[in-house]
Structure formats: C-alpha cells, structure tokens
C-alpha cells in the first residue's frame, strides 16, 4: 500500500459550521503534512507532525486544527471558515522525520474546500 | 493509485554536469505539469511548468521536456549547482485543477 487516502474529496460548508477533514496512511511514515494549495500554485505549507507531534505550524489561523491521533492517521478540524478558506487542502505523509532532511512526500488527491 | 510517478527516489550528480530528473503519468487528461523544488521542513517552491500544447519549456539552467504519447515528463538542470540540492516533485493537473504530485526526487549535487 503505497498511497495517501484522504476523505472526503469534495466539502461544501458554511461559515458557520464545523468539519473535519481526514488523511490516512499505512506506509509507517513518521511525518505527515498538510498543505493548502489555490489553483495552479504552490502547495502552501500548513502544519507538520513528526512522530505525532505537531513540529511546524506556519502561523496557520486557529480556524484550522490539526489532530494526529494515531501514526498513521491525521486530521483537520474547520470551525468559523471564510470564504478565502476555499482551495484544495492536501495531505502527505514522508518517510523520515523531519531532522533526517530532505525526503520524498506522498501526496493524497486532496479535499476541495468550497465555504460559502 | 498513483497517476504521477517518479520512478527514481534518489540522483546525485557531479557538479557542472546535467541533472534529469524523471515524471510519468497515466491520465490523458492532465494538461498542465509542473515541476517544484523542496528543502527540508519547507513546502514546495514552483520551478517551472508546461502545457499540454508545448513539448519543451526552457528557464536559465531549467528546461522541462513534454513527451505526450509516452506520457513523460523530464527536468534537466544545466550546469547543476551544489545549491540545487533538494527534492524536487513532478506535478500534473487537469481542467478541473484537480492536482497530483510524484513522490519526488532528491537530487544531490557534489561539489
């Protein structure tokens, strides 16, 4: 199994309301990412877990929060969204932890986010 | 299933020598890719891109090189430099703007 899974692949919500998204992995990968990524541009680096630790957090606003229940399980909470919240948030998972330097990312398809 | 595959997790190059780094595809229907560069504890940096309708897109020390029918996709970096040490993503997109990335490379210049 050599894949990133996240569910669900499409969210529409309201300003108001409260979700989660959820990426799995089961490749005994020791950090997992999440990444927001508007049409045609860079990922933008949002979180970080290391051995279930959130390493790095990109100054991300408390609207979104990142749960790393389990090894291969990671999660991101929305409350209170804005509309220029919508993109595609994507997961991936690596390998190594994060003091071992470069390494290659597994990315998952994604969730497109649309707020209303 | 991996639609973007970087078949090579790892390259190391002499310095002043060419680097080519590797992207395969299996769905027709990506019609933008994209290379991006990567250093530790940082997201992707855009590098450069191509469109379905060029088979080669070149910037300073960076060409990408679009082989449709073989769905193949190729970054040369010439002369390779130390600095450009990193792994380095092959991305492919299509209309819907629905994006997936290879695995990555990294790709190691000695001085």
């Known amino acids: 199994d050599t894949e990133v899974t996240q569910t669900p692949k499409h969210l529409v919500m309201g300003m108001t309301n409260k979700k989660s998204l959820k990426c799995e992995q089961h490749?005994?990968?020791?950090?997992m990412y999440w990444y927001k990524q508007k049409a045609k541009k860079p990922p933008e680096l949002m979180f970080v877990?290391?051995?279930?630790?959130?390493?790095i957090n990109e100054s991300v606003p408390s609207r979104f929060s990142p749960e790393c229940p389990n090894s291969s399980l990671l999660n991101l909470h929305l409350h209170a969204l804005q509309p220029e919240d919508s993109a595609l948030y994507l997961c991936?998972?690596?390998?190594?932890?994060?003091?071992?330097?470069?390494?290659?990312?597994?990315f998952g398809p994604g969730t497109r986010l649309t707020v209303l | 299933d991996q639609q973007v595959k970087q078949n090579s997790p790892s390259l190391s190059v002499q310095e002043g020598r060419i680097s080519i780094l590797n992207c395969d595809y299996t769905?027709?229907?990506?019609?933008?890719f994209l290379w991006y560069k990567k250093y530790p504890a940082e997201g992707p940096t855009f590098l450069i891109s191509?469109?379905?309708?060029?088979d080669k897109n070149e910037d300073g020390r960076f060409t990408v090189f679009l082989n449709k029918s073989a769905k193949h996709l190729s970054l040369h970096i010439v002369p390779s430099q130390p600095g450009d040490s990193a792994v380095y993503f092959c991305?492919?997109?299509?209309?819907?703007?629905?994006?997936?990335f290879g695995a990555g490379t990294r790709l190691t210049v000695k001085p």
């Open positions: 991305a492919a997109s299509d209309d819907n703007n629905d994006m997936r």
């Open positions: 191509i469109s379905s309708i060029k």
């Open positions: 877990y290391s051995y279930e630790k959130l390493s």
């Open positions: 769905n027709s229907m990506f019609d933008y």
């Open positions: 490749m005994g990968h020791r950090a």
């Open positions: 991936a998972s690596s390998p190594q932890d994060l003091t071992a330097g470069a390494d290659t990312q597994y």
